[in-house]
């Protein structure tokens, strides 16, 4: 895939789009015109809107898979702290690239199959991560209950802030970690 910073300033512009408008109701003339080039121009550089929505995800994911493996590089190796530090990554994603984020959610559905197939390897290992941090916080009792549950319930939580995080609010991606964590942990007092 062409990563040139055109073509990266280009997928960015359509995540805004997308986001502003829906996948459906955005045209290949509304693309161009954000991105200031002509409709043929855009056809330089992705082969039709199927593509650039299957950028868009591509580089969200990828950017949230990068994230949560650098949080849990440089994080201590102790359950507690690699919960913390997934669910504040996964925040940072959605500050640092929230359109790419918002389309990866809920524009998933809209990709054809070809792309689905080509990026379902990206989400499954971002959702390999969660599931072996969880795991482990389950192995010493720091979570409780159905281990495919409080991974979904988790990451739902999380990416449902999309809707509501304000970043220009009192609330940290740190402070709304601490919270996530706090509500999810079992701990003997």
């Known amino acids: 895939m062409n990563d040139s910073p055109r073509r990266k300033e280009l997928t960015r512009l359509a995540a805004q789009l997308f986001v502003q408008e829906g996948f459906d ?13 002509k409709s043929g121009s855009l056809f ?10 299957a950028a868009v995800i591509e ?5 949230a898979l990068t ?20 669910a504040r990554a996964h925040l940072e994603t959605l500050l640092t690239d929230r359109n790419a984020h918002v389309v990866a959610l809920y524009e998933w559905r809209r990709l054809d199959s070809a792309a689905r197939d080509h990026l379902i390897h990206l989400r499954d290992a971002y959702e390999a991560l969660w599931k072996e941090v969880i795991e482990e916080a389950h192995g010493v009792g720091l ?6 549950l409080v991974s979904r319930f988790v990451l739902g ?6 809707r509501w995080y304000d970043p220009e609010g009192p ?15 079992h701990r003997e007092s």
């Open 59 to 63: 580089e969200g994911t990828q950017n």
């Open 67 to 86: 994230l949560a493996r650098q949080a849990l590089r440089q994080c201590e190796d102790d359950p507690l702290s690699r919960l913390h530090a997934i």
């Open 44 to 53: 330089h550089h992705f082969r039709d809107k199927q593509e650039i929505l």
């Open 25 to 37: 109701r955005t045209t290949v003339r509304m693309l161009a015109q954000e991105m200031g080039i």
């Open 171 to 185: 609330l940290t991606p740190q402070h709304l970690a601490d919270e996530l964590v706090a509500m999810i942990t």
């Open 143 to 148: 979570v409780k209950g159905d281990l495919a």
């Open 157 to 162: 939580s999380l990416n449902w802030t999309v």
